[in-house]
């Protein structure tokens, strides 16, 4: 069965610290899916980045990396410089890769790490 | 681009009543949307797979005669919520897959 486990459920930093959110997963597919979201307390979920398990290359955008190790299970986010407004929730998912038809391919969420980020 | 709306955002009503809720994708075709629901403080249960065209599939122990879903275009996909109670209360959110999953900002749903 697959599964995604964020072990932190609040962080608390102050501004302008570095910070990683954990995210480990649990599948037996080859082929699947890493996403992450933020979702502020506006409530609406906002798309982070998708990785593919064939992809274990990190990736830098601006101030956020992500950490990919397949050896592990491993999908680590760090946002660097935190500020303010990076307070949020902040969601991993994992999805099978969805095949003929676009059957399949739902997104099984971890509990979300609650970060907050004081001035 | 990969914007997606719902409608509406907030609804208050009473026990017993029905409540519709949409969800569009505004700038792309959806072959398939997604319902979740989200209990404060919690992440989010997916209800159902919405289809273009067919049967929504429903995950365990969601009732399928009580939130009833069509999905009658390629950018619209609805929620019905059946004879609402008060423990049907909640934040619903609907997603639509181009590659990924992009979210609605979600109806919160009170029902008194």
């Known amino acids: 069965a697959q599964k995604v486990t964020q072990a932190q459920t609040e962080i608390s930093v102050v501004e302008k610290e570095d910070v990683t959110l954990d995210c480990v997963y649990e599948?037996?597919?080859?082929?699947?899916?890493l996403f992450w979201y933020k979702q502020p307390p506006s409530g609406e979920l906002v798309f982070l980045i998708r990785?593919?398990?064939?992809d274990e290359q990190n990736e830098i955008s601006g101030r956020y990396s992500w950490n990919f190790q397949k050896s592990t299970s491993s999908f680590n986010f760090t946002i660097t410089a935190s500020q303010v407004v990076d307070s949020a929730v902040y969601f991993c998912?994992?999805?099978?890769?969805w095949g003929v038809g676009n059957q399949g391919g739902k997104l099984i969420f971890g509990q979300g790490t609650e970060l907050s980020v004081k001035p | 681009g990969a914007v997606v709306s719902q409608h509406p955002s907030r609804v208050i009503c009473k026990s017993g009543t029905s409540v519709k809720i949409e969800c569009r994708s505004l700038?792309?075709?959806?072959?398939?949307m997604f319902w979740y629901r989200q209990f404060p403080k919690q992440s989010l249960m997916l209800m159902a797979t919405?289809?273009?065209?067919?049967?929504?599939?429903?995950e365990q122990g969601v009732e399928k005669d009580k939130f009833l879903i069509n999905h009658a275009s390629l950018t619209l996909s609805t929620l019905t919520v059946t004879s609402a109670h008060p423990e049907d209360s909640s934040f619903y959110i609907c997603?639509?897959?181009?590659?990924?999953?992009?979210f609605g900002p979600g109806t919160r749903l009170l029902v008194l």
């Open positions: 919405s289809n273009e065209g067919s049967k929504a599939t429903y």
């Open positions: 700038d792309f075709q959806a072959t398939t």
């Open positions: 998912a994992l999805s099978e890769a």
């Open positions: 997603s639509a897959r181009v590659e990924t999953q992009y």
């Open positions: 599948t037996r597919d080859t082929t699947y899916y």
């Open positions: 990785r593919n398990s064939f």
